[in-house]
T-cell receptor, first 108, second 112 residues
Framework: AQRVTQPEKLLSVFKGAPVELKCNYS??????LFWYVQYSRQRLQLLLR??SRESIKGFTADLNKGETSFHLKKPFAQEEDSAMYYC??????????FGKGTRLSVIA | NAGVTQTPKFQVLKTGQSMTLQCAQD?????MYWYRQDPGMGLRLIYY???????DKGEVPNGYNVSRLNKREFSLRLESAAPSQTSVYFC???????????FGPGTRLTVT
């Protein structure tokens, strides 16, 4: 079965430090990977998807099929980046599978 | 456009009571979903409806039923609430099957 693993429940970084939120998946075919974000008191929203290869709010993520990873990175963390981040996987015609989430806390 | 709306925002039930969570979307999306969000468990899919007239079980369907009332509305029913169903429930929709999902604001349910 497809699975998404986010190994860190909580990640604390200082403002201005680099951020990397880890995501690994289990699937042997061609996956579609997404990052969703939930800011405090707001609804979940799509942050970025691997297929568009874009940078949103300074975040980027590269799909590494060899390592089955889709880590989310930002070179300089901002306080407003503090949120819950979910990695999600779509394979073929099945619903999204979400990881358990990582709470990012950016310390001033 | 309001996007995805959910009612109620908060609800407290006693064990054994029943209730229906309502979800509506005004984006003319075909697919709709119900998730529950629990600390340390992430988002887990309860049921989904890939298109009007169809519903399918997700990862954790036990204790729930759903109705896709029309293209706009997708309700989630708890027939006999249990404390294990205390959670935050999110509804979501997508234009086509399993593409980018748009989420509602959530319903915080407590079962005592």
């Amino acid at each position: 079965a497809q699975r998404v693993t986010q190994p860190e429940k909580l990640l604390s970084v200082f403002k201005g430090a680099p951020v990397e939120l880890k995501c690994n998946y289990s699937y042997s075919g061609s996956p579609e990977l997404f990052w969703y974000v939930q800011y405090s008191r707001q609804r979940l929203q799509l942050l970025l998807r691997h297929i568009s290869r874009e940078s949103i709010k300074g975040f980027t993520a590269d799909l590494n099929k060899g390592e089955t990873s889709f880590h989310l990175k930002k070179p300089f963390a901002q306080e407003e980046d503090s949120a819950m981040y979910y990695c999600a996987l779509r394979t073929g015609n099945t619903p999204l599978v979400f990881g358990k989430g990582t709470r990012l806390s950016v310390i001033a | 456009n309001a996007g995805v709306t959910q009612t109620p925002k908060f609800q407290v039930l006693k064990t054994g009571q029943s209730m229906t969570l309502q979800c509506a979307q005004d984006m003319n999306h075909n697919s709709m979903y119900w998730y529950r969000q629990d600390p340390g468990m992430g988002l887990r899919l309860i049921y989904y409806s890939a298109s009007e007239g169809t519903t399918d079980k997700g990862e954790v369907p036990n204790g729930y039923n759903v109705s896709r009332l029309n293209k706009r509305e997708f309700s989630l029913r708890l027939e006999s609430a249990a404390p294990s169903q205390t959670s935050v429930y999110f509804c979501a929709s997508s234009e086509e099957r399993h593409l980018e999902q748009y989420f509602g604001p959530g319903t915080r349910l407590t079962v005592t």
